[in-house]
């Protein structure tokens, strides 16, 4: 592999509360050559941290590796509650390609992780979105239905038997691992704790049940707050910018008497993606992201 190749890896690890176990699997991404932490995110209502890395393809796969070992040891799933779906320790590895690095490559990269994940700790995987083995594993929500509690039943139907493995593993469950493009991780606050009415709104805006496309959409309770959030994944920002998910979910909440108070971020999101909004609320004419110095200082 040439070194100039660039691969960006956003972990999903199913604790958000225990900052112990929390900082144990991050400190494998710290400090290791070819691979720079860029950010990671932990939600205690959802019970879930998210680790966004970028680095040299091999060294972003052993690191991976060594953090899936530890979350496998110190993660029992058999006692994990979130808000989140969830259906193992670590829940989802996508691989992005970045620079000089291809989608192609990156399903290799993604089959390479899943075999040694594997054969190293008996964790069982599906491969999903440009990895998928068959057209219905490509949906990453299709493959976690049931969550953890109903996926020991699940793998043993030809439909959803493990890409690799067989049985689940037995406290870490089974994870998703595949290559895709960049997504935008985006939650929109509500000034209402009914969570039947989050979700009304979540099935109207995803793609799924005939709203916008792009877009995967669930309820939240943020039970500390005493609200909820749509929490989604904007899987192509391109296409689907975030101000018109924002907008769309403003007009649904007015049916129902309730107001947007926020939205948050998950992770880190492309330049582009907040330019595009930006534009749009201001309602600049003929901006060109050229025009933002900090763009033009990194070239």
């Known amino acids: ?86 259906m193992g320790a670590v829940d989802v590895i996508p691989f992005i390609p970045i620079k000089d690095f291809t989608v192609e490559e990156a399903v290799e990269l993604s089959k390479e992780t899943a075999k040694e994940v594997y054969e190293k700790f008996e964790m069982p995987s599906f491969l999903y979105e440009k990895s998928a083995s068959a057209p219905h594993r490509t949906n990453l929500a299709k493959l976690r239905k049931g969550q953890y509690e109903a ?44 969570l039947e009415t989050a979700n009304k709104i979540a099935k109207n805006v995803r793609f799924i049940n005939g709203g916008l496309r792009f877009v995967k959409a669930i309820g939240i309770d943020m039970g500390e707050r005493n609200i909820t959030q749509v929490s989604m994944n904007l899987t192509d920002y391109t296409k689907t910018p975030i101000y018109r998910v924002f907008e769309l979910i403003k007009i649904e909440a007015k049916r129902y008497g309730i107001n947007v108070i926020g939205s948050e971020v998950i992770g880190l999101v492309p330049m582009d993606a907040l330019l595009q909004t930006a534009e749009y609320y201001l309602g600049i004419e003929d901006f060109s992201s050229d025009q933002v110095l900090e763009k033009r200082l990194m070239e």
């Open 1 to 86: 592999m040439k070194s100039s190749q660039l691969v960006q890896c956003v972990p999903n690890f199913s604790e958000g509360r225990n900052s112990e176990v929390i900082e144990k699997i991050v400190d494998n991404f710290r400090g290791k050559d070819g691979v720079k932490l860029l950010d990671y995110s932990s939600d205690e209502d959802h019970n879930r941290s998210v680790v966004t890395l970028v680095g040299e393809p091999k060294a972003i796969k052993d690191a991976v590796v060594a953090a899936v070992g530890v979350a496998i040891e110190l993660i029992d799933m058999n006692k994990h509650e979130g808000q989140h779906p969830r």
């Open 151 to 194: 996926m020991s039943e699940k793998v043993k139907t030809e439909e959803f038997r493990p890409d690799f493995g067989t049985d689940i593993h037995p406290t870490a469950g089974i994870v998703a691992i595949g290559a895709r493009m960049p997504l935008v991780a985006f939650n929109v606050i509500l000034d209402t704790n009914n």
